[in-house]
């Protein structure tokens, strides 16, 4: 049974920095090799954020946090982290974990963009950024 837990979201103010964690637990890297953080505020649907490519550890990254944000898997594979520099408050959201189930073929800016292709999801952890 995949488990997704993040942790690690909290209160700054703009400029700041904050590393997200998340904890996975079942998931078959060799048949679900796609991880990803998401984020949705309110009003607004969920938006990808960042993917992990878990074989080569390739990264893709929305344009609005590319040279701010940075997804990395631990030594440990059961984690993700996502840390995030230079917060602004449109980065203001809840954040999620995600495990890719599709086991489709797609370019991973196509694959972060479709958040139906992750079938399984943390609980998320709320990010909030003042000005």
């Known amino acids: 049974q995949v488990q997704l837990v993040e942790s690690g979201g909290g209160s700054v103010q703009a400029g700041g920095s904050l590393k997200l964690s998340c904890e996975a637990s079942?998931?078959?890297?060799?048949?679900?090799?796609?991880m990803a953080w998401f984020r949705q505020a309110p009003g607004k649907e969920r938006e990808g954020v960042a993917l992990?490519?878990?074989?080569?550890?390739?990264?893709t990254y929305a344009d609005s946090v590319q040279g701010r944000f940075v997804i990395s898997q631990g030594n440990e594979k059961n984690m993700l982290f996502l840390q995030m520099n230079n917060l602004t408050p449109e980065d203001t959201a809840m954040y999620y974990c995600?495990?890719?189930?599709?086991?489709?073929?797609?370019?991973?800016?196509?694959?972060?963009?479709?958040?139906?292709?992750?079938?399984?999801w943390g609980q998320g952890t709320q990010v909030t950024v003042s000005s």
């Open positions: 995600a495990s890719d189930t599709s086991g489709q073929l797609a370019p991973p800016w196509v694959r972060l963009r479709s958040p139906a292709m992750f079938g399984f």
């Open positions: 079942g998931v078959t890297y060799s048949s679900a090799p796609f």
């Open positions: 992990l490519y878990t074989g080569d550890k390739s990264t």
